[in-house]
């Protein structure tokens, strides 16, 4: 962070940074720590609503005024319900990123820099107006030139490029906030509760990526590729001649934004058929090709008309803030909506610390405590029932929720917290189409379709334990046999008869020990099942009576 540490702007930067968190933790420790040590904790109780969103309201100054990262930082506080009170995500929330344009001289020398050539040569026309300005780039719409037109089969086209300096920008802000999460984590209150450096770093990651245009060009690849076979779903071509580190040329994809209903019904389309088609591909993303967009604001997607009203498309652009959901997660994930599904609130637990929610201090009988609650209150409920709930009352359940969970060491993991993002977005996007849309509708064939999954591997254990031990019984007479016959082959002579006996003995209990372990087998399996899947759980333990007469009657008239 040697910017930082050199006179000039960055330097100013980097120390206003620190001077606001600075203040903000030196306010934390007078109201948090001292107060309540000599006996004023009500006082800290009483104003500590307003203090929250007096941080909140002069962080949001601080971002617009300074730009660059800090504003990415207010929108990823803004997400951070799990360890952020709501007075700060709420003041948070409106934070936009949308700063004045870059002169466009800057940028048109910024880009032939990286393309290599002069813009007259790279592009037959470019819009000196910015269609778009952002505090880490901008975009401009351009024509490709004859040649690179004729290469692609593409004439018009966007072109990203970075806003000048960013890269140093950046490197400042994270140096400070890696700075400040240090001081976070000497303090107890926070530390406690928050693990802050992973936080910094989780979000240090996600803006590195965003500003590597290359990353962003293959994310985009990607997704097409996911979506190759569905024509409901399109994404914009790549032109990687035109692309670098720094610029990005895309297809021109502009469309009727996703939320502009007036203009949808204008050209005859549904909006809560959108609406629909929206939740599904963005479930899909999720639980089918475990890669997502994590950003569907209504200015990242595009409703593309097609030949008849039907033959709409749903266009993504803007692939630099992309989630993944590993095996790990994924695991995690089917734990959690087994769990759900049979409001377990021990299970719950255990798949919240298996997707990595819970931090090692958490005391999991106050999660568990509050999971409960939450089970018993609309746990008896389906997907369809929850949208009869009065609202009022989701809102005083999740106000006294949220305080239980941020008062235990909580916090989402990177792959979660893009998710949650994404279906928040996904939902509240989808509700602004069809007033009536319900998230949970649209999850349950996906949830559902996990249960299934489910289902099949406890189904394909019992039955490879089941074949191992038809195996080993199989088996067992034969290596018995053998030995016998070495015996009677070898030199010394004795009487193997008693042997024998003892032997055949051992097998019968061999096999009636194998009889009631497969018994056990399908008789569990049966009655995990008999609730998701009534006939196969039905089959299961029909089958069960087989072994179970073994192992109780084979050999009864024996001695």
Partial sequence: MADAGRPGPHRARYRRILRFASLQLVQLWWFELFLPRIGLAGIAERTRTDRMRRIAQRFHVLAVDLGGLMIKVGQFMSSRLDVLPPEITDELAGLQDEVPAVPFADIKALAEAELGV????????????????ASLGQVHRARLSELDAADTGLENVVVKVQRPGIDEIVAVDLAALRKVAGWLRRVRIVSDRVDAPALVEEFAQTSLEEIDYLHEAQSAERFGENFAADARVATPEVVWERTTRRVLTLEDVTAIKINDTDALRGAGIDPDEVADAFAKAMFEQVFTHSFFHADPHPGNIFVTPGATPDAWRLTFID???????????????RALVIAVASRDGRKLVDAAQEVGVLLPSADTKEFEKAITALFARFGGMGFAELATVDPREFRDFASEFGDTIRALPFQLPEGMLLLFRAVALTSGMCSGLNPTFNVWDAVEPFAAQLLRDETGSTVRAFADEAWRAAVTTARLPGRIDAVITEIEEGTITFDTSRLERRLDSLIRIGRRVVSAVVFAGLAVGGALLIVPTPPLGIVLLAASVVPLAHALFAGAGRR
Avoid: N, Y
């Fill in 319 to 333: 692939f630099g803030m992309m989630g993944q959901v590993p095996e790990g997660l994924r695991s995690g994930l």
């Fill in 118 to 133: 002069p813009f007259d040569r790279a592009f037959a026309w470019v819009d000196e107006r910015a269609l778009a300005a």
